[in-house]
């Protein structure tokens, strides 16, 4: 399995994006996927994750603000960004682990994506 995100751009703080992480080479219908950002000089966070079963998880500095959603016939995870913050910025990462459920002790990830630059100016 394979993953590739893309939808980073720059964007003004308020704003929105969409980001997607598509899956080839094998069908993410069984695979729990994570988003993931780094700031520059700042350490790789998990931002938000939806399991296999279609049950989601964020965490508390993007709740509210960012959706995930998975489309299975389309093998692709979305991350819809609304409300975009400064601090918002960094590398995306999705991460796609053979998995019924999010959980934060994953590290063993299927597949990894190269990133995919979002900015957000003030």
């Known amino acids: 399995l394979q993953v590739a995100e893309s939808g980073g751009t720059l964007v003004q703080s308020g704003g929105s994006l969409r980001l997607s992480c598509v899956a080839s080479?094998?069908?993410?219908?069984?695979?729990?996927v994570d988003w993931f950002r780094q700031a520059p000089g700042k350490e790789r966070e998990r931002v938000s994750c939806i399991s296999s079963e279609n049950n989601p998880r964020y965490e508390n500095s993007v709740k509210g603000r960012f959706t995930i959603s998975r489309d299975n016939a389309q093998n692709t995870i979305y991350l819809q960004m609304d409300d975009l913050k400064p601090e918002d910025t960094g590398v995306y990462y999705c991460a796609a682990i053979h998995a019924m459920t999010c959980s934060s002790w994953y590290s063993n990830y299927d597949a990894w994506g190269q990133g995919t630059q979002v900015t957000v100016s003030s």
């Open positions: 080479g094998g069908s993410l219908t069984y695979y729990t």
